[in-house]
């Protein structure tokens, strides 16, 4: 199977050094190589967030090597599903691609306590989406 068969998710944050980070991981993590994945922010951090680091870890998911990365036209093109973190991102639309706004509350600034409520939020929403386009069995 090529790389082009599998459904590809894009999540998007402004600084993408929190929330697009954790759901990129969960969605690496559960799907494995059944998904495509990618993560960007329209104003990327230096680094990913320390609580959200520490907060993954609880999880065993280790996203400490991970870099925040800059949001670009080919990454919306290259993916079949965007979805963005409910930080009002600006994302260029195209026809065909498939957009969901994740209203979540921002890690930024929050310590682990405050972390946790958002990681298992978007754990528990991420599994939603396997089973939705990458169920276990297609691969």
């Not at 459904?7 to 697009?20: D, I, Q």
């Not at 922010?41 to 870890?57: D, K, L, R, T, Y």
């Not at 195209?94 to 509350?105: A, N, V």
């Amino acid at each position: 199977m090529s790389d082009t068969a599998l459904p590809s998710v894009l999540f998007v944050c402004v600084h993408n050094a929190g929330r697009s980070q954790m759901a990129a991981a969960f969605l690496t993590h559960l799907a494995g190589d059944r998904v495509q994945v990618r993560s960007a922010g329209s104003a990327p951090a230096g680094s990913v967030n320390p609580a959200v680091v520490a907060a993954m870890a609880e999880v065993g998911i280790d996203v400490s090597a991970e870099v925040p990365k800059v949001l670009t036209v080919e990454a919306v093109q290259a993916s079949d599903v965007v979805i963005t973190m409910g930080c009002g991102d600006t994302c260029p639309v195209f026809p065909g691609k498939r957009y969901l706004d994740w209203q979540l509350p921002d890690p930024a600034g929050q310590g682990v306590e405050s972390v946790r409520p958002i990681r298992d939020d978007i754990e528990r929403r991420i599994r939603g989406l396997v089973d939705e386009i990458a169920p276990e069995g297609q691969a």
